[in-house]
């Protein structure tokens, strides 16, 4: 395994509840992720943190809200989400070269009803 | 601009037959490479990476990979499956010329059967 945690592992949401994914790295890195991974879609980068600054946001809607208070940890704030928001999201770790490798978590599989 | 492809969306093979997932890239930089797998409901895994090194590049798990510039390819083989080697395989290019930007192949399902 990883030195990339996520909690919850599974998480089944309605329309109009407010909810949080977690994810921390014990890996000493500088950097981290969250995809998305839906089926029959390549990985989607959302966004990525720099020093906890946020470095890049690919034009995700504002129903996902990042927060990275500290190197070591990320969070994904979802709200008013839709069903084609259900996939599985992953989040991920580097230290902040340009060909560092990456290491993800285990994901945590999330259901829109 | 960066992409990668991966050939085969599916690929079956025999317990104790070789294996070869192909991929082929497209970089305006000298790209890092990467192979990924991913087992049902797990996270993805680091299985090798290629830096401009060693064009032949040896993972996890008895996996190998060549770097070959002049196809622009970087396929995944491995000389004997087993059948812990059923999973999703991704080919990812990393180096757009800033930041660490990974861009991901849409994955090889690999089923080894007996």
């Known amino acids: 395994e990883t030195g990339v945690t996520q909690t919850p592992r599974h998480l089944v949401m309605g329309m109009t509840n407010k909810k949080s994914l977690k994810c921390e790295q014990h890996l000493g890195h500088n950097a981290m992720y969250w995809y998305k991974q839906s089926a029959k879609k390549p990985l989607e980068l959302m966004f990525v943190y720099s020093l906890e600054e946020r470095v890049e946001n690919n034009s995700v809607p504002s129903r996902f809200s990042p927060e990275c208070p500290n190197s070591s940890h990320l969070f994904l704030h979802l709200h008013t989400l839709q069903p084609e928001d259900s996939a599985l999201y992953l989040c991920a770790s580097s230290a902040r070269g340009a060909s560092d490798t990456q290491y993800f978590g285990p994901g945590t599989r999330l259901t829109v009803l | 601009a960066q992409s990668v492809t991966q050939l085969d969306s599916h690929v079956s093979v025999s317990e104790g037959t070789p294996v070869l997932l192909r991929c082929n890239y497209s970089?305006?930089?000298?790209?890092?490479l990467f192979w990924y797998v991913q087992h049902p409901n797990k996270g993805l895994q680091l299985l090798l990476k290629?830096?401009?090194?060693?064009?032949l590049v040896k993972g996890i798990n008895g996996f190998e990979a060549e770097f070959k510039k002049s196809e622009t390819s970087f396929h995944l083989t491995k000389p004997s499956a087993h059948m812990s080697d059923a999973a999703e395989y991704f080919c990812v290019v990393s180096g757009s010329g800033g930041g660490n930007k990974l861009t991901f192949g849409t994955g090889t399902q690999l089923k080894v059967e007996l």
């Open positions: 290629y830096t401009s090194a060693a064009t």
């Open positions: 970089s305006s930089y000298s790209p890092s």
